[in-house]
């Protein structure tokens, strides 16, 4: 079977520093940080009181009130994201083969807050007083359901749940569903909404979240000084379409999806390998996957969540995989910006990738005072970049030791 072109033809998202795509491209172009203390709830008394929230987000801007409250949060914005994505592509569904559209949302938590709220419910008021609604509302499905209701896509319809890689691992599986012949085009992405008081307590337990209460030493990615991530929200929604699909109504085009690899690490909960072995494969096989070389790539859009093992266990799989080329190319992680969005942050990342070859700009890793030497390579500190690159790469890597990394390409008619 022949392999077809993907292209990148909507966007859509909503994040700790823009409540659109673009808004938030150019946040992260003017080096904005998202970072500000908690006011979802009172956090008196936690160890954690910094959060990356997404800021007066109205769901009555997207959906009537009956429809805002039979949804998550987590739902909302990706319901918000997927009009903006449509919307952006000029695509009308109306004119579309909806069987031959389908749609892919990661989400790592759901509902969580439903969850939360629910569970002292019935405590209080016993359990069969729990809301109808609980179960559709809270299941992490449901954000892909909602959107494939709301734009009658009726191909496939699947949500990754991959921890931190389920965003990228919702576009690199709708990349290659369509790329193999099985669709014309997907709405794919991710979304989360779990700044909660037991997610951030799960994560303050098991020592993942900075303690730190200056926003601008909280998300250091590959800091000498890092010391954990910081819990962000929001999503992000590609349209991927079939290039011939994308030229015969006349879209435009951000860029080209050329390659994806995933693989797992298979050794421990939460830590990933130490030699970074399997996030290292995991680009190579993208690079495979592209027909590309280490030296084609100018540019990492890196995990890079700001914890110890992760930002040094990276660097030494781009090492692996790109030998000397390392050096040469460009890495930086735009989680210091828009903190960790978990089953959303590969998502709003490819969107910032896409967007990097688009306009020809790296975005900066924001907030870097303290080299670490275990953490060498460019990573864009402090001031972002105009420079015409033609490859770019992704990286995502997730608990239960899942890795997932995207390759894409300028856009070459």
């Known amino acids: 079977m022949d392999r077809r072109r993907v292209v990148i033809t909507g966007l859509g998202a909503v994040t700790p520093v823009g409540l659109t795509a673009s808004e938030s491209w150019q946040a992260v172009k003017d080096g904005v940080c998202g970072i500000a203390p908690i006011t979802q709830f009172d956090p008196t008394g936690m160890k954690v009181h910094l959060a990356a929230e997404v800021k007066g987000f109205d769901p009555a801007n997207y959906m009537t009130k009956p429809e805002a409250k039979h949804m998550g949060r987590f739902t909302q914005?990706?319901?918000?994201?997927?009009?903006?994505?449509?919307?952006?592509?000029?695509?009308?569904?109306?004119?579309?083969?909806?069987?031959?559209?389908?749609?892919?949302?990661?989400?790592?938590?759901?509902?969580?807050?439903?969850?939360?709220?629910?569970?002292d419910r019935?405590?209080?008021?016993?359990?069969?007083?729990v809301s109808p609604f609980y179960i559709p509302m809270g299941i992490c499905n449901m954000a892909a359901g909602q959107v494939a209701i709301l734009s009658g896509f009726k191909g496939m319809c699947s949500c990754p749940v991959t921890a931190c890689a389920g965003g990228t691992n919702a576009v690199g599986d709708a990349f290659h569903y369509i790329r193999d012949g099985y669709a014309d085009a997907m709405l794919c992405g991710g979304t989360e909404a779990s700044v909660t008081p037991l997610a951030i307590g799960g994560f303050t337990s098991m020592k993942a979240l900075t303690?730190?209460?200056?926003?601008?030493?909280?998300?250091?990615?590959?800091?000498?000084?890092?010391?954990?991530?910081?819990?962000?929200?929001?999503?992000?929604?590609?349209?991927?379409?079939?290039?011939?699909?994308?030229?015969?109504?006349?879209?435009?085009?951000?860029?080209e999806v050329v390659?994806?690899?995933?693989?797992?690490?298979?050794?421990?909960?939460?830590?990933?390998?130490?030699?970074?072995?399997?996030?290292?494969?995991?680009?190579?096989?993208?690079?495979?996957?592209g027909g590309a070389v280490p030296e084609d790539v100018d540019y990492i859009n890196a995990?890079?969540?700001?914890?110890?093992?992760?930002?040094?266990?990276?660097?030494?799989a781009v090492k692996t995989v790109f030998g000397s080329h390392a050096y040469k190319l460009a890495m930086s992680s735009t989680k210091s910006m828009t903190g960790h969005m978990l089953g959303a942050a590969g998502a709003v990342e490819a969107i910032f990738?896409?967007?990097?070859?688009?306009?020809?700009?790296?975005?900066?890793?924001?907030?870097?005072?303290?080299?670490?030497?275990?953490?060498?390579?460019?990573?864009?500190?402090?001031?972002?970049?105009?420079?015409?690159?033609r490859y770019a790469m992704s990286n995502s890597l997730g608990f239960g030791g899942h890795n997932g990394s995207l390759l894409m390409k300028k856009w070459e008619a």
């Open 211 to 255: 303690q730190a209460e200056d926003p601008a030493r909280a998300s250091i990615p590959f800091d000498a000084e890092r010391s954990g991530f910081v819990l962000g929200e929001g999503a992000g929604m590609l349209l991927l379409e079939e290039l011939d699909h994308a030229l015969a109504r006349g879209a435009r085009i951000y860029a």
């Open 122 to 129: 019935g405590k209080e008021k016993g359990w069969d007083r």
């Open 77 to 119: 914005f990706a319901v918000a994201c997927a009009k903006e994505a449509l919307a952006d592509a000029a695509f009308d569904p109306a004119q579309a083969d909806l069987d031959r559209c389908g749609v892919i949302i990661a989400s790592g938590i759901g509902g969580l807050s439903i969850t939360e709220s629910e569970h």
């Open 303 to 316: 995990h890079g969540t700001s914890t110890r093992l992760n930002d040094a266990g990276e660097t030494a």
């Open 259 to 289: 390659g994806y690899g995933a693989t797992c690490d298979a050794y421990h909960m939460t830590a990933p390998r130490p030699d970074g072995s399997g996030g290292a494969k995991a680009m190579a096989l993208a690079l495979a996957d």
């Open 353 to 389: 990738t896409a967007l990097s070859l688009h306009d020809g700009f790296l975005p900066a890793t924001i907030h870097y005072q303290t080299p670490d030497p275990e953490c060498d390579l460019d990573v864009v500190p402090n001031e972002g970049r105009s420079v015409e690159i």
